[in-house]
């Protein structure tokens, strides 16, 4: 069982920056890929980025890549999402999720946080 709790969110104006973390219970952290999706209102929850066990391999959505990313600290059970050059079509409720083998699908995760709202104004 792995549980998540995420943080970070807030109002930013577009152009800004914010940081959201994921604290994992648990000691198999590390053994989990990670990843982190966002839903807007009216539309189906959606990728946004991952990484394997190891932080070794990142994987990015084409809307976010350049100005995303995706990193985790092993020691503290924690994945962040460094979000940089945000745009108004990046509000959403931002989830982050843990699974066995790193994937890009929704449906492939095990576990989900209760997550965290961002909202950019333009």
């Known amino acids: 069982q792995v549980q998540l709790v995420e943080s970070g969110g807030g109002l930013v104006q577009a152009g800004g920056s914010l940081r959201l973390s994921c604290a994992a219970s648990?000691?198999?952290?590390?053994?989990?890929?990670m990843g982190w999706f966002r839903q807007a209102p009216g539309k189906e929850r959606e990728f946004v980025a991952a990484i394997s066990w190891s932080g070794g391999n990142t994987y990015y959505a084409d809307s976010v890549k350049g100005r995303f990313t995706i990193s985790r600290d092993n020691a503290k059970n924690t994945v962040y999402l460094q979000m940089n050059s945000l745009k108004p079509e990046d509000t959403a409720v931002y989830y982050c999720a843990a699974t066995m083998v790193v994937t890009t699908t929704v449906y492939e995760y095990d576990y989900w946080g209760q997550g965290t709202q961002v909202t950019v104004s333009s």
């Open positions: 648990g000691r198999t952290f590390s053994s989990y890929a």
